[in-house]
């Protein structure tokens, strides 16, 4: 999605397996907790997604691709119902850092999407002291983590 043009919704297939011991068959339990999953995921990053199953869940291994339809969409935010407004992203600025991202990026990211002035956000650690611009977001999380 990141350099789809938006001019309508994207559609596509999503299949699924796992090896997992816990999972044996695509019932309608381990089916429905993939499917919140997929609409978590993307909702969370400001898409509307439709959800079609293409398998049907019943005793089918889960070793085997269960697969969906999937409908996306990037959800607007208008400000004025009777003036058409300029589409507005509204996920971006919700998304959470990748864990090998370097800290640099993300400051540059958040500057970025809330439209900052270059230079002026600092990602800190927990004794309040700039963080290594080329250290890891996983190892500035751990800093936190572990105080």
Known sequence: MLHYSHAGPRVCEIEVSTKSNKWTTWN??????IEEHIKYDLEYDGY????????????TLCSKPFTWKLEIDV??????????APRVLVGS???VARSDAKVK????????????????VCLLTPENKKSNPRSSIK????KWKTG
């Open 28 to 33: 309608s339990k381990n089916v429905k907790k």
């Open 48 to 59: 509307q997604v439709i959800l079609e199953r293409v398998s049907k869940p019943g005793k």
């Open 75 to 84: 959800e607007t935010l208008d400000d004025d119902a009777e003036q058409p």
């Open 93 to 95: 600025r919700f998304k």
């Open 105 to 120: 990026t993300i400051q540059s990211q958040i500057e970025k999407v809330f439209g900052l002035p270059k230079g002026c």
């Open 139 to 142: 190892k500035l999380r751990r």
